[in-house]
Structures are given as structure tokens and as C-alpha cells.
């Protein structure tokens, strides 16, 4: 890590093979940022990954993850108000959280300038849904840009933090999963250097900055105005791409979608004109407008929502061409990530005549499912394991959003909804409502309870709803790759004021027991007493993430190998720590036999209480 950092800090011009995530701090370096923050979130996270490459003693601005999305947004909008060239990033639905504060900022006079790096995810990959944010960026009157690669999302911040100064108004670079985690071989240019002036030169006569009723239409106003800069911006940009083979047949694209296009086209001796825009908001209009008036057909590919093809296809009507526009013939088009494979098989249906549909090679044996499941030794398993035990079967659970969103899947079963970061204690208090019969329990993790999860809790306390709240503290933001949060008394830039939970419930008025979630035991009897208790009860229920931990150990050069063994003598071949307990170590031969995996093997022992025969044995140390 400490020599990405060096890399990222050479003063001089270099090339170097890079992660899209990764280009983007040196293009935050070049730029002269002076304030990043953020809240983790893939696919962004490793972003923040380069700016820890960096010593703290070297990094040109400052770096913290905020406590959730609209906070991050708050504070890199403070920086930006007080003149410094600020940036924010989150991943997709990290802008839901934001969006209060977020529609906003076009309305102010951003004097350093702001740039919005979102990780919009389609396909899903690490989200709760696949949302399109060209929406959002509409709404808000947010101009956007839209790398296709590694190289381009480089140069696409650096644009945009050049318009976002001139402008004084926020500009969005939008990565999406592939661009951010793409790795290409960047040519980056060297670091001038920049005043240093860290003085603060907010002054409320560059606003106004109170969007009350008397003045909001008169902001709006400014921001349409400056709005219709940016569309003639558009036209211009340097960023658009004009591939021209004197076809009557066109495509217009945007972002990672090229890259894949290109990937057909090379399939097919019939070469299409193509046009690449580098806005989808605001449209580069000229640009299109002369592009349907060479063509007699043109396709719109894009990932998602049709959002490019209704805005050309209401450009074409205005301008009544008469030029036939395709975009999304059938719900799937509007699905999941457009690779090369997609966008042939989406062409090969608009043009059967040049492009041949894919052939889908079939597997000659099925693949065994692979589903997510938490690590060896992940105190979430040790609780769900003991929970479920306890749990009636009328019982309501319902998830939040962390490494115990897993507990969904088998053999657990527990968490049967979800909404978002925060909501479980909402929608367990909307489920207990009118209920007299199942008793409904609610799981949180700490790093969300910090996050989005406070406001819910204070609303069950405030109105005294009825159910157990079971909060899974495991010390880390596990899920996004163990980020600090207010509860472990560190943060991105070191020690910082240890928050505790406990101390937060206290203060809430909220009664609360502790358990850790090795106890299984103990667990299973807590849950067991908070159904004789009405009102609002609290479980923590406790352990440290074995995989950070055991991380740890090893950096620091203390970690201890051991496994678990298996006595055949006393095993009975009942299964309960393959199909009820579920560890991944554990594996079952062709006669039946459990056996460890001593590759995945911690030695933490957390299995031992699940077997009935005691055939489990004590740790072994140094297996080596």
C-alpha cells in the first residue's frame, strides 16, 4: 500500500496500470482537492483504499468518512462554501441517504467548487437494488459525467472540478461497478504546484445561502441559468466521440456501454456510425440533432433506464427528423449490466442482418451454488444459530443492512424484510402495531446503528412500541472492508473519542443487556426472557469480526494457527454444524463423515457448543 501511495504522489508525468478507483485520487491530487469525505460503500470503497496508500505527513487534502452520506455531503459542501475544492463519493443508494442535503447544492454559489463522485451499481453487485442516478442528477439540475474507463474517469474529474470552479456549481462524475474496479494502464500528467492557502473566505454575500420561500425561486432561477451554459458545455466537450463509416445506421452511447459496443462491432464486417457522449445531463442536443439528420435509424445504448433514449427521441420529434429511434425493446433491456455478450444479443435483435446473436455455450455439468455466507468464526453465525433457537415459529424477524443481512439465506432464515441502512427498528415498530399474537425481533449491526439507526431506536423509545432489538456489534464496518466507526475510539486520521453504544442507549433511556454471541447459551435465554417483557428491549449481543482480527494478528506478526478437530469415535454423523450450524470449514465426505478444512479453519471453537455428541475437540494450536 505504502508504495501505491509513493506512486500516487510522483510529482513528475507517468503511466502506470491503475484501478479506475485508484485514478481518481491522483486526478483529485492534480486538481488541487482539498477536501474529500465519504461514507464506504462498494463499489467506491478502494478510493478511499488509495488515499490510506498515501502518508498522512504527504496527502495534499483532507480525508474522513463521515458517518453517513448526507453528513459527507454536508461537510464536503462546508468545505466548498468556505472556498476549497471539495469532493464527496458513496455508492449508488448512498445518494438516498444524501438527498436531502444533495438537491440542494445547485442552488448555492459553490466558490471552491464540488465534484460528486457515485458508484451507481448495475447488476446489482453489492446492492439492494440496481437505481438509476441520471434520475436523481436531473431532478437536482446536476450536470454529470460518465467515464467508460479508467483513463476517462481520470480525466473526467479533472474536468469537472475545472467546470465545478468556473461555475461555482456541483458536477457529478458517475463511475459505475466495472469502471470503478477496471484496471487499464493510466497516463497521468504531473502535479503543478498550487497555493497553499488554507484561509477561510466564506462570506455570505456570495449567496444567498437560505433557500426559505422568499428566495428559493430566485435560486432556482440562477441555477437554470447556469444550467444553459452547461448544455452549450455539452456540445463542446471534448469528451464526446464521433465515429463515423458513412452508414445510415447510428448508435448513440454512453460510459462503460461503449466499450462493450466496440466489443460487437468487432464482430461484424458492416461498421455502424456511433456517437459517444460523455454527458447524459445535460444532453449535448447539436450534437445529437446532427447526428439523427445523417441516419435513418439509430439505437440508444445505455444501461438501466431509458433516459438518453427519451430525451433523443423527444430532441427528434421537436425537431421533426423523420429518423426511426430504438432504444429498450423488453423489461430485460432495462436490467443489469450491459457486458459485450449483452449488447451483441441486444443488437443482433434491432439488426438480425448484421448482427449474429450470440451462442450461449452450454455447460456440459451444473455448477454447484456458490451463495454468500459469512466467514469462519463470524460471531453472527454463533448468534443467529442461538437466536434461531429461541425464536418462535410465528415469530417476525426483520434485517438491516450488514454482514447480518446473510442471516436471509439458509439455514438461518432470519430476516424476513428489508428496506434500507436503519430501517429495522421502523419497520419492526410498524409490525408490532395491532399485533398481539408474534413477537417480532429486529437485528441492526453497530457500524448502521451509527449510521441511519439511532433515529428509528429514538422512535421506539419515544412512542413505546413493542419488540426486541438485537444489536449485532462485531466493532467495525465489516461488509465494505472494516472502516472505523464512532464506536471503536479510531477514525481515518487516528485516535478519536470512543462513542459506545451502551453509553448512547443509556442516554436514550433505553434498558439493554450484553451478551457475547459465543455464549450461545446465554444468547438463546436473553431472547427467551425479552418475549416475557413488553415494550422496547434491547439485546447487544457481541463479538469482534474474527476476519478483521485475525488480519490484525497477522500484520502484527502475533497470529496463532490453529484448527478444530473432529473425533470420528464420537461423531454421530447428525450434521448439525454442516446444516444447522453452517460453518464453511466443516465438510462431509462420501461416507458422511465431518472433516475440517484446515485452510479455513480459525480455531475459534464457537462449534463446539453446537454439537450435541461433544465430537468437536478443543482447538489445536500450531497446526504448522
Sequence with gaps: MKKLGSVLMKPESFSEIVMGNTALVRAMIES????????????????????????????PFYFEFSTNEKVATEVACGASLNGHLSSVFFKSVGLNVALDSFVQLSLFELIGGMVIIIGDDPGANSSQNEQDNRHIAKMSYTPIFEPATPQEAYEMYKEAALLSTELKFPVIVRMTTHVCHA?????????????????????????????????????????????????????????????????????????????????????????????????PFPLPRKTIVNFLKKHKEVKIIEELDPIIEQEVKAIAFDEELKIRVFGKTCNDDLIGEYTPFRVQEILSRQWPEIFKKPEIEEISFPASARPPQMCPGCGHRSAFHAIKQALSPTAISVADIGCHTLGFLEPYNLGQVLLCMGASSGLASGLSLSNSTRKVVAFIGDSTFYHA????????????????????????????????????????????????????????????????????KELKKLVLESYEKSGFKVIIARHPCMLKQVRDQKHAGKYISRQVDIDPQVCGKLHTCLKQFACPTFTVDTKGAVTVNSDLCIGDGSCRQTCSLQAIDVPRKNKE
Design 32 to 59: 488541487g482537492t482539498k477536501v474529500v469525505t465519504s461514507y464506504p460503500g462498494s463499489p467506491t470503497p478502494e478510493i478511499a483504499s488509495a488515499i490510506a496508500s498515501i502518508s498522512p505527513s504527504d496527502r
Design 183 to 279: 484496471k487499464e494502464k493510466v497516463k497521468f500528467a504531473g502535479i503543478e504546484t498550487r497555493n497553499s492557502d488554507n484561509s477561510p473566505r466564506f462570506d455570505p454575500k456570495n449567496g444567498p445561502y437560505i433557500p426559505i420561500t422568499a428566495l428559493a425561486l430566485k435560486l432556482k432561477k440562477k441555477t437554470l441559468e447556469k444550467l444553459s451554459r452547461l448544455k452549450d458545455y455539452s456540445d463542446s466537450c471534448k469528451f464526446n466521440q464521433l465515429i463515423e463509416n458513412n452508414s445510415q445506421k447510428g448508435i448513440i452511447t454512453c460510459g462503460l456501454p461503449f466499450e462493450s459496443l466496440m466489443d460487437s462491432l468487432s464482430e461484424t464486417q458492416e461498421k455502424i456510425d456511433i456517437l459517444k457522449i460523455a454527458m
Design 453 to 520: 439507526g439511532s433515529a428509528g431506536i429514538l422512535n421506539s423509545v419515544f412512542n413505546k412500541h413493542n419488540f426486541t432489538l438485537i444489536i449485532m456489534e462485531n466493532g467495525t464496518t465489516a461488509m465494505t472492508g472494516h472502516q472505523d466507526h464512532p464506536g471503536v475510539g479510531t477514525n481515518f486520521n487516528g485516535e478519536t473519542n470512543k462513542i459506545p453504544i451502551t453509553e448512547v442507549l443509556k442516554g436514550y433511556g433505553v434498558p439493554f443487556t450484553e451478551v457475547d454471541t459465543y455464549n450461545q
